[in-house]
């Protein structure tokens, strides 16, 4: 359900209770691959200074099948209005890993409507590394970037952390003690809590302890942190080739020209295709035997309607504009 608080700020939550409402938005999980996704958008916001109508978009999920479900509004649905609700239906086939959910309707998700959501592995390759039961041995820490703009610098004194995850793929394990991340992106780490010091950002750019925080071991004394931080191995030193294993990743020559053929799906759920980044030419569509080399259409995502989301365009079309927000 979205709603909106008296800050002005978008609330989520899996029922319509005061109670149940939170920013970011509840943590939704998936303890499997493969599991069905289920998830049933309930639009309660009234306050007609910001976005009324609104839609969510699962971020990083391929949607194999389901190009419908994915949220962008203008690229696979109209939003939903006010009183209305629509079910997204999903499967994460062959995914696992950290993701996140937000509105992709205008900048309403800098409004608030965010989230993380964690789709568990049971053969995660990384198991060994942590458990959480155990202070003596490692922690996961899921980073999500759900910020609006700025990015984060991240460093935990006297601690290295261990990448093993970056935006929902399983990576080549890097050590590192500060790590930068950028919206939208996320990753895993394990945190060995080996150390009988008790670390923080320390004072240096973090005036009175701001944009800083305690990390406390179990049976460390609760006193105030004085170490200092310390930063010499940033991540921004690896190539993607050094990250990624083998057959994950695509090198391109610059300044080429590449054409891509993608096969076609069933009718009325074709799989969807999103370049980060750059954007693409669309030389010929499904159905079409024309080639279009002169003016073709450019953009960064191919979809077609479904029938599912039909419904909500004549709601859409039909509600006032909104033509004064702030």
């Given amino acids: 359900m979205a709603k909106k608080d008296a800050k002005g700020t978008v609330l989520a939550g899996a029922e319509s209770t005061v109670d149940s409402l939170s920013f970011p938005g509840p943590l939704i999980t998936m303890p499997r691959q493969n599991g069905e996704f289920n998830l049933n958008v309930v639009n309660q916001l009234r306050d007609t200074s910001m976005l009324v109508t609104t839609i969510t978009h699962w971020h990083g999920f391929f949607q194999h099948g389901s190009s419908w479900a994915d949220g962008p509004v203008g690229a696979t649905q109209c939003p939903i209005t006010p009183n209305h609700s629509f079910?997204?239906?999903?499967?994460?086939?062959?995914?696992?890993?950290?993701?996140?959910?937000?509105?992709?309707?205008?900048t309403q998700y800098c409004d608030g409507l965010r989230g993380p959501l964690v789709v568990y592995d049971p053969n995660d390759p990384h198991k060994a590394l942590y458990d959480v039961d155990d202070p003596s041995t490692g922690y996961r820490f899921r980073?999500?970037?759900?910020?609006?703009?700025?990015?984060?610098?991240?460093?935990?004194?006297?601690?290295?952390?261990?990448?093993?995850?970056?935006?929902?793929?399983?990576?080549?394990?890097?050590?590192?003690?500060?790590?930068?991340?950028?919206?939208?992106?996320?990753?895993?780490?394990?945190?060995?809590?080996?150390?009988?010091?008790?670390?923080?950002?320390?004072?240096?750019?973090?005036?009175?302890?701001?944009?800083?925080?305690?990390?406390?071991?179990?049976?460390?004394?609760?006193?105030?942190?004085?170490?200092v931080s310390s930063t010499s191995n940033p991540i921004g030193a690896k190539t993607a080739q050094e990250l990624m294993p083998t057959g994950s990743?695509?090198?391109?020559?610059?300044?080429?020209?590449?054409?891509?053929?993608?096969?076609?799906?069933?009718?009325?759920?074709?799989?969807?295709?999103?370049?980060?980044g750059p954007a693409f030419d669309v030389i010929q569509s499904a159905g079409s035997s024309t080639r279009n080399y002169v003016n073709p259409v450019r953009r960064d995502v191919l979809v077609s309607v479904c029938a599912e989301w039909d419904r909500l365009c004549p709601l859409y079309e039909a509600f006032p504009a909104q033509t004064s927000l702030p």
């Fill in 143 to 227: 980073l999500v970037s759900i910020s609006c703009d700025p990015n984060f610098i991240l460093s935990i004194n006297n601690h290295n952390m261990l990448l093993i995850e970056a935006d929902s793929e399983n990576i080549l394990r890097l050590k590192v003690n500060s790590l930068q991340f950028f919206v939208g992106q996320r990753y895993s780490f394990v945190l060995n809590a080996n150390q009988n010091q008790i670390p923080n950002v320390g004072t240096t750019g973090f005036t009175n302890g701001i944009n800083s925080a305690i990390l406390r071991h179990v049976r460390a004394p609760a006193v105030e942190p004085t170490s």
């Fill in 249 to 276: 990743y695509y090198i391109l020559p610059p300044n080429a020209v590449i054409e891509v053929n993608l096969p076609g799906g069933s009718a009325g759920r074709p799989h969807p295709i999103h370049l980060r």
């Fill in 87 to 106: 079910k997204y239906s999903f499967n994460a086939k062959d995914q696992a890993g950290t993701f996140w959910y937000h509105s992709h309707h205008s």
